[in-house]
């Protein structure tokens, strides 16, 4: 089972960015997923979830700014980001989750978000 976070990169502040999250071993739709980050000095945290049954959750710094969405005939997830601030710069990851919301996988390698001001 593998979730490989991609679609990061360079952007400037205000702009916009999808991430995707292409799952391999497992289906996405059977768990929760969410999408996590990491800032350099921080802890990784959850940003954005969606249940099994397409229920979606935000942090309060992305609402209205980030949507995750999953698509259950490409097995994919996604993360629209628009915009970004430069408090946004982090790794991304994805996971799936269990009911408590601890992430389940090994963590991949994350695909590197990086906002200029």
């Known amino acids: 089972v593998q979730l490989q976070a991609c679609g990061g990169g360079l952007v400037q502040a205000g702009g916009s960015l999808k991430l995707s999250c292409l799952a391999s071993g497992t289906t996405l739709s059977i768990n929760a997923i969410g999408w996590y980050r990491q800032a350099p000095g921080k802890q990784r945290e959850l940003v954005a979830r969606?249940?099994?049954?397409?229920?979606?959750s935000y942090a309060d710094d992305v609402k209205g700014r980030f949507t995750i969405y999953r698509d259950d005939a490409k097995n994919t997830l996604y993360l629209q980001m628009v915009s970004l601030k430069s408090e946004d710069s982090a790794v991304y990851y994805c996971?799936?989750?269990?009911?408590?919301?601890?992430?389940?996988?090994?963590w991949g390698q994350g695909t590197l978000v990086t906002v200029s001001s």
């Open positions: 969606i249940s099994t049954n397409g229920v979606t």
């Open positions: 996971n799936t989750l269990t009911r408590r919301l601890s992430p389940i996988l090994p």
